[in-house]
T-cell receptor, first 116, second 109 residues
Framework: EAQVTQNPRYLITVTGKKLTVTCSQN?????MSWYRQDPGLGLRQIYY???????DKGDVPEGYKVSRKEKRNFPLILESPSPNQTSLYFC???????????????FGPGTRLTVT | GESVGLHLPTLSVQEGDNSIINCAYS??????FIWYKQESGKGPQFIID?????DKRQGQRVTVLLNKTVKHLSLQIAATQPGDSAVYFC????????FGTGTSLTVIP
């Protein structure tokens, strides 16, 4: 089954404790992306990757890191989480066409993160 | 940054009626505009997209209209069904994606 998986689905942590949210897709997609979703603000793009070893900042990259060492995986790293990073996080993937991503993004089920 | 806004945060329609969800965008240079549906507890799901050089695109029971003059995008859902109840997001993109804040559609049986 074609899918994007994220782990963990729920996480409660404390300020400053490094954490990683994993994302994996089995569709051989080039484009992968992380979003955070907050009430009243919609989805905001954190980082995206057009292909292996290629990553770019989205709209709200501060406090986050990503890596793209393999095509299927795109982990999101919070080196020193803070309460304002409490949010619902989504990973997504799509094919990449010449000049940009295909627009049918496939989203993972979400990771609800609480930082106290 | 970009600004993508939906006109109404909530919309209620009777089952069987047509629904229209509106969206305003700010970037004239965006290549594509996309509509997503998000059901409770799930990630967004692609519905339909439209390229910037088109005015209208139809899918199954859905139509997207693009008015570049006023930077307005709309999603029309024909014969709305209870399963259409969800939050709908518009998005614009080049390489980055910019999402609106969403309209919550409730279908009244």
């Amino acid at each position: 089954e074609a899918q994007v998986t994220q782990n963990p689905r729920y996480l409660i942590t404390v300020t400053g404790k490094k954490l990683t949210v994993t994302c994996s897709q089995n569709m051989n997609h080039e484009y992968m992306s992380w979003y955070r979703q907050d009430p009243g603000l919609g989805l905001r793009q954190i980082y995206y990757s057009m292909n292996v070893e290629v990553t770019d900042k989205g709209d709200v990259p501060e406090g986050y890191k990503v890596s793209r060492k393999e095509k299927r995986n795109f982990p999101l790293i919070l080196e020193s989480p803070s309460p304002n990073q409490t949010s619902l996080y989504f990973c997504a993937s799509s094919l990449a066409l010449a000049g940009g991503p295909a627009y049918e993004q496939y989203f993972g089920p979400g990771t609800r993160l609480t930082v106290t | 940054g970009e600004s993508v806004g939906l006109h109404l945060p909530t919309l209620s329609v009777q089952e069987g009626d047509n629904s229209i969800i509106n969206c305003a965008y700010s970037n004239s240079a965006s290549d594509y505009f996309i509509w997503y549906k998000q059901e409770s507890g799930k990630g967004p799901q692609f519905i339909i997209d439209i390229r910037s050089n088109m005015d209208k695109r139809q899918g199954q029971r859905v139509t997207v209209l693009l008015n570049k003059t006023v930077k307005h995008l709309s999603l029309q859902i024909a014969a709305t069904q209870p399963g259409d109840s969800a939050v709908y997001f518009c998005a614009e993109t080049g390489n980055q994606f910019y999402f609106g804040t969403g309209t919550s559609l409730t279908v009244i049986p």
